[in-house]
């Protein structure tokens, strides 16, 4: 789907405790307290695909499905969505592309139909009906906030559900104006949003539904402490849907904050990537590394994503890319969202056939045909190789990685690999 830099706007879319402690005679010890968190226990689960025309949807949701070709659903959409239309807290769990964002979206956009949105009570002019926003969803990125919103567009094109998207990079006023106006779901990353509510632009009293995405690299990218406070201005009845490709034990213990007697939704392994993507170590000394990746992409087979660990690496590595005639484009947290747009548009369109870029499009970046992922330097966690090389093998598809490795990082590619459980060959 393509992304818009345009902020979202109230419109129709476009198409396609802990108790005191007991008192008693005499002092105990206190008992050791575990730093493990509880372990989780998969719910069971029919995760076979069935016909979408068979789930019990409304029928204006259904042709949302069919515009977009969805005919069957997936293993995470098949497990989720009658557990989320059920009403259950879930913890869900599954690989890098397999759709986990049709699995939430779906019974969201059931549930506000059930109970009518926005525009369906203002229309029967029912009384009080307040202009408060009902469902958000968390995005540590401003591209996957902007691809979630064009997820719901597309499968809400026949409804009159209204949503819009809040993220950096942009002027505040037409993301306040729609805040203000009243849409059914607000997509937003934690930051710009703590920013609305300090400007008390954004009223979450109403929210019913939150929904975080990719809650482990929210974790990594400090945002949990902001989490803590968008989640403290909402109301206390909620269903809290929680999803993630990787599930550390971090996360696992901040999620159990935060929701009631979860589902546990486990497709997949919980640190493996797709078994659609082959890997392989190239082992060459550091200054090897840039004339390899230039005889490497001076004849791709399909387009390649390049990782660079810093901001100011991707930014160097592209312009050498470029500079040896490579038509490429950086992707990076210190570039404007307008520059980011037309890296990304670029990249998806076929005008650069490489794109150099840190962790920021290693969630979200969802670009069908990504033949190769090259780790540039090794990564700096299991997580986020896990999820960098998501980025291609997407829909059961092939896709490759290869991570270039110098000779003293030996030890922390064994350790990756026992970490991830592949071996790069």
């Not at 590394?289 to 994503?305: F, M, S, T, Y």
């Not at 005639?325 to 670029?346: M, N, P, S, Y």
């Not at 045909?369 to 990564?379: A, D, K, Q, R, S």
Request: with cysteine; aromatic share 4%.
């Amino acid at each position: 789907m393509n992304s818009n830099p345009s902020d979202r706007t109230n419109r129709r879319p476009r198409k396609p405790s802990h108790g005191r402690p007991r008192r008693g005679s005499q002092l105990q010890a206190p008992r050791p307290v575990s730093t493990q968190p509880p372990a989780l226990e998969p719910t069971l689960c029919d995760v076979l695909p069935v016909p979408y025309s068979s789930l019990p949807l409304d029928s204006r949701l259904q042709e949302g499905i069919r515009d977009l070709g969805f005919k069957e659903t997936r293993p995470i959409q098949s497990a989720v969505i009658p557990l989320a239309l059920g009403g259950a807290d879930l913890i869900a769990c599954a690989e890098t592309g397999t759709g986990k964002t049709a699995a939430f979206v779906i019974p969201t956009l059931q549930r506000l139909l059930n109970a009518g949105t926005i525009a369906e009570r203002a229309a029967r002019q029912e009384p009080n009906t307040a202009l408060k926003s009902r469902v958000l969803v968390l995005a540590p990125t401003r591209e996957l906030a902007v691809q979630i919103e064009d997820e719901i567009h597309g499968l809400a094109y026949h409804t009159p559900v209204t949503s819009a998207a809040v993220y950096g990079g942009v002027e505040m006023g037409i993301q306040e104006r729609a805040l203000k106006a009243g849409v059914d779901i607000i997509v937003a990353t934690p930051g710009r949003l703590m920013d609305h509510m300090r400007q008390q632009n954004a009223d979450l009293s109403g929210i019913e539904l939150l929904i975080l995405d990719e809650a482990d690299r929210m974790m990594d990218m400090g945002f949990w402490p902001d989490v803590r406070r968008i989640i403290s201005a909402m109301g206390s009845v909620r269903q809290t849907l929680l999803f993630s490709a990787t599930m550390p034990d971090d996360v696992v213990r901040f999620a159990l904050e935060i929701v009631r007697e979860p589902k546990y939704v486990q497709v997949g392994h919980r640190f493996k990537p797709a078994k659609s993507i082959t890997h392989r170590a190239e082992v060459m000394p550091e200054s090897a590394k840039l004339e390899w990746l230039i005889e490497q992409l001076r004849r791709p087979d399909g387009p390649v994503l390049v990782f660079s660990r810093t901001k100011i690496g991707a930014e160097r590595l592209s312009k050498r890319l470029v500079a040896a005639g490579i038509k490429c484009a950086a992707l990076h947290a210190d570039r404007t969202q307008d520059q980011r747009r037309i890296a990304v548009e670029g990249f998806r369109g076929g005008r650069y056939k490489v794109l150099v870029a840190t962790d920021i499009a290693a969630r979200g970046l969802d670009i069908d045909g990504i033949h190769t992922v090259i780790n540039y330097e090794l990564p700096d966690s299991p997580e986020a190789y896990v999820h960098r090389v998501g980025r291609t093998g997407r829909a059961d598809e092939p896709g490759q990685a290869i991570t270039l490795v110098a000779p003293d990082e030996r030890q922390a590619l064994a350790n990756l690999e026992k970490s991830v459980g592949v071996r790069l060959e």
